[in-house]
């Protein structure tokens, strides 16, 4: 089944008069990501998201969008959930949205690299133990913990953001470091 034309025309011609950029959620489309979550997040116009259903749209519904998003390769059902994914990693990046202002910044992909682990109490949980520096109240070791363990969650499991990292000397030696402990 593929969406007829007129009624997505109608809707997004209408919405249009309160809104100004088209998105259409699409697997055609570049692969959303931290970037453009910020660049949205930026925006001063109103968006429009187009999301088509099982086979998707009529192909002139795309003379509408301003552009094509798409989650990754794979297809769904229908576009409303990648929608919902992009409106929640953009909104989050508005500052006053978030709680604590500070905690975007934290998040992975921020500074291109995956999170550090998080933990809270109690300090042990079934033999699991909250690593000592975090415990140990000192700021400095706390922020050289957790950007090793940022390192580290990186190196393991998405190897590929390193390379577009610029890394720090510091950086380059809790690399180091990390190879040397070969827990990576």
Not at 71 to 84: Q, R
Not at 138 to 158: F, G, P, S, V
Not at 168 to 183: A, C, G, N
Request: hydrophobic share 40%; proline share 5%; glycine share 8%.
């Amino acid at each position: 089944m593929v969406m007829k034309p007129e009624p997505v025309f109608e809707a997004v011609e209408a919405a249009r008069q309160v809104a100004g950029r088209v998105i259409l959620m699409s697997p055609q489309g570049p692969v959303f990501d931290h970037e453009k979550a910020l660049e949205l997040s930026k925006e001063t116009r109103k968006l429009i998201f187009i999301c088509g259903r099982y086979e998707g749209i009529d192909e002139r519904v795309r003379t509408l969008a301003d552009e094509e998003l798409s989650l990754g390769d794979f297809v769904l059902s229908g576009g409303e959930i990648a929608a919902a994914a992009v409106i929640e990693a953009a909104a989050r990046l508005i500052p006053g949205v978030l709680g604590d202002e500070e905690s975007a910044g934290l998040d992975s992909f921020y500074e291109g690299l995956l999170d550090y682990p998080h933990y809270t109490r109690p300090a042990q949980y079934r033999g699991m133990k909250v690593p000592e520096a975090l415990l140990s109240g000192n700021h400095a070791e706390i922020r050289r913990w957790r950007r090793k363990e940022a390192l580290r969650a990186t190196m393991k499991k998405r190897p590929d953001l390193l390379d577009k990292e610029a890394l720090t000397p510091e950086d380059r030696k809790l690399i180091e470091e990390l190879e040397k402990e070969r827990d990576i």
